[in-house]
């Protein structure tokens, strides 16, 4: 038992359930070193405006739209896909796919995301997601894949938010 709480300490985040940093590196190193010759995309969100619901609603209104975009997101996902809490309002998810793949997908999460709410003191609260997504390369160093998909992210931003750019 308490290596089983130790592994969830270290690999998965406390208040949504997600993996972390460092459960997402656990999975994509297994899956490549695995040999599957398979094509992954990697796919990386960030909820819009989510210092402004923070600040306007309080951090535990936050805490339940980070727990909605998890669920949310987790509803969508495949088996043999990976979702994680990057940071802060940010969620990497590791696509089995290819970039249309994980485009099309994130565009489901996106829309998903921008329909729901949350409840704080009789207000309802919703919020948007961005997205950029990247394919994976033979070869590529994961963190090469990610900052290819946050470079996507921040095109996304710059340009109107609440979108998905690959």
Request: overall charge negative; hydrophobic content about 35%; some cysteine.
């Amino acid at each position: 038992l308490e290596s089983y709480l130790l592994h969830n300490k270290a690999f998965f985040d406390q208040l949504t359930g997600l993996k972390n940093r460092s459960g997402l590196y656990e999975a994509f190193h297994t899956r490549i070193l695995s040999g599957q010759k398979k094509t992954y995309s990697i796919v990386m969100g960030d909820i819009d405006y989510f210092k402004k619901v923070n600040d306007t609603y309080g951090h535990e209104c936050g805490d339940k739209i980070l727990i909605l975009v998890a669920d949310t997101i987790r509803s969508h996902i495949r088996p043999e896909d990976c979702i994680c809490r990057w940071g802060g309002e940010e969620i990497l998810l590791l696509i089995n796919g290819t970039e249309t793949v994980a485009t099309a997908l994130a565009e489901k999460i996106r829309a998903s995301i921008e329909q729901a709410c949350v409840t704080e003191e009789g207000t309802e609260v919703s919020v948007t997601m961005t997205f950029g997504v990247a394919s994976y390369i033979p070869g590529f160093k994961i963190n090469k894949l990610i900052q290819l998909a946050d470079n996507n992210l921040y095109i996304g931003k710059n340009n109107g938010k609440n979108q998905v750019v690959s």
